[in-house]
């Protein structure tokens, strides 16, 4: 069984960045998709941002309220993906996992799908403070 393993989250001031880095292995079938959701204490689960690492990827989908100041991206060589975080605000305060999908067909459209990944990893804290 494979495994996801974020890291790169912390605390931040508003206006700041952070870089969350997703290490993939031990999977036997190869990603299509991998992505980012977060969770925010009393919110619903939110897809932030995918990407299509399959045959012919490299599209990127990203959320209306992150679209212009996050950037998604994969290293094909470290089957790493990589969310770029920028000019962050105190409403992106939450718990951000990494999430993957193997098969191409997902349900509904992406980022949004992200929360529904068949594989996740354990999830890391971004604070933003104003």
């Known amino acids: 069984q494979g495994q996801l393993v974020e890291s790169g989250g912390g605390s931040v001031q508003a206006g700041g960045s952070l870089r969350l880095s997703c290490a993939a292995s031990?999977?036997?079938?190869?990603?299509?998709?991998m992505g980012w959701f977060r969770q925010a204490p009393g919110k619903e689960r939110e897809g932030v941002a995918a990407i299509v690492t399959g045959t012919g990827g490299g599209n990127t989908f990203y959320a209306d309220s992150v679209k212009g100041r996050f950037t998604i991206s994969q290293d094909n060589a470290d089957n790493t993906v990589y969310l770029q975080m920028n000019s962050l605000k105190p409403e992106d305060t939450a718990i951000y996992y990494c999430?993957?999908?193997?098969?191409?067909?997902?349900?509904?459209?992406?980022?949004?799908?992200?929360?529904?990944?068949?594989?996740r990893g354990q999830g890391t804290q971004v604070t933003v403070s104003s």
């Open positions: 999430a993957a999908e193997t098969s191409r067909l997902v349900r509904g459209g992406l980022p949004s799908a992200t929360t529904g990944f068949r594989f």
């Open positions: 031990g999977y036997t079938a190869r990603t299509y998709y």
